[in-house]
Nanobody, 121 residues
């Protein structure tokens, strides 16, 4: 069983910064991609950022230039540095991983429980 535990969500004023962390633990052989998604009330879950084992990154259009994703492979941890926050960034942020639990297992995905980020105007 795999667990993703997020931390760092908070209430912040517009223009401020936050850093989210997500630590993976449990039956993990290897993690391929790790990333962040978010879901605002009444909206669908959307991609924020992903980072591959190679270090390649992708970002949602609305966060490009403001958010930075990074990864500590040795600790199976992913971070999201969020700068210049705006009220539209308010959402529950979910950590996501694509991984294998054993060397011969198929790739599977895992989600964290989410952490609330609220940006006040």
């Amino acid at each position: 069983q795999v667990q993703l535990v997020e931390s760092g969500g908070a209430l912040v004023q517009a223009g401020g910064s936050l850093r989210l962390s997500c630590a993976a633990s449990g039956s993990i052989f290897v993690i391929a991609n790790m990333g962040w998604y978010r879901q605002a009330p009444g909206s669908q879950r959307e991609l924020v950022a992903i980072i591959k084992t190679s270090g390649a990154t992708s970002y949602g259009d609305s966060v490009k230039g403001r958010f930075t994703i990074s990864r500590d492979g040795a600790r199976d941890t992913v971070y999201l540095q969020m700068n210049s926050l705006i009220p539209d960034d308010t959402a529950v942020y979910y950590c996501h991983a694509i991984l294998k639990t054993t060397w011969d297992a198929l790739l599977t995905e895992s989600w964290g429980q989410g952490t609330q980020v609220t940006v006040s105007s």
